[in-house]
């Protein structure tokens, strides 16, 4: 099993919808998690970070979750096509000195 | 906030020359800075973690002697690829992470990246 793990995709959806891009994690003792835009040729970019279960929003994105069932979710709302990229899960292990964990990113494509 | 800058945003080389890329945390002081390297089509790879003052943390697998990591200040880490090859060539990125309260320092904020080509 994977550290952390994305679905690869790409996930399609149309302009204006909501996409939903989900990750789980294997450390159940993990207690920092972070979602990354990375567009094609750039390094990533921070979107936001969550620490506590639940929902946390900003702006059109809000992130969850779920420390119980070891998974973290991020919802892009009013999709637009400039949102399109590949979006990376980051989660800081236990026993992992601090160091990021990255998934291998969910490729999100918003078609006009 | 949280700007971090690598510098040169990309370099062309030939194979046996030695190539010195620079990351620089410009409005806060990056207690650590981790260097990474990304293949097209494929995930972040770390490389080492970097902290001020100490030598770098390498990550298995990466030669410590071929990627020369140093960390003088709260604001500089450079990477040395010595002797770089075709193979080398990839997207090197760093990134930093502050001293502030336990939350903020967690979080890594990226440089935008240093393509290299070695011919």
């Known amino acids: 099993q994977k550290e952390v793990e994305q679905n690869s995709g790409p996930l399609s959806v149309p302009e204006g919808a909501i996409a939903s891009l989900n990750c789980t994690y294997s450390?159940?003792?993990?207690?920092?998690f972070f979602w990354y835009r990375q567009y094609s040729g750039k390094s990533p970019e921070l979107i936001m970070s969550?620490?506590?279960?639940g929902d946390k929003e900003d702006g059109r994105f809000t992130a969850q979750l779920n420390k119980a069932s070891q998974y973290v979710s991020l919802l892009i709302r009013d999709s637009q096509p400039s949102d399109s990229a590949t979006y990376l899960c980051?989660?800081?292990?236990?026993?992992?000195?601090?160091?990021?964990?990255f998934g291998t990113g969910t490729q999100l494509k918003v078609e006009l | 906030g949280a700007v971090v800058s690598q510098h040169p945003s990309w370099v062309i080389c030939k194979s046996g020359t030695s190539v010195k890329i620079e990351c620089r945390s410009l409005?806060?002081?990056?207690?650590?800075m981790f260097w990474y390297r990304q293949f097209p089509k494929q995930s972040l790879m770390l490389m080492a973690t970097?902290?001020?003052?100490?030598?770098?943390?390498?990550e298995q697998g990466v030669e410590k002697d071929k990627f020369l990591i140093n960390h003088a200040s709260l604001t500089l880490s450079t990477l040395t690829v010595t002797s770089a090859h075709p193979e080398d060539s990839s997207f090197y990125i760093c990134?930093?992470?502050?001293?502030?309260?336990?939350?903020?320092?967690?979080?890594?904020?990226f440089g935008p990246g240093t393509r290299l080509t070695v011919l």
């Open positions: 450390d159940r003792g993990s207690q920092s």
């Open positions: 980051a989660v800081i292990l236990t026993g992992g000195g601090n160091k990021l964990t």
């Open positions: 990134s930093a992470r502050g001293r502030e309260a336990v939350k903020v320092a967690d979080t890594q904020y």
């Open positions: 970097s902290n001020e003052g100490s030598k770098a943390t390498y």
């Open positions: 409005d806060f002081q990056a207690t650590t």
């Open positions: 969550i620490y506590s279960n």
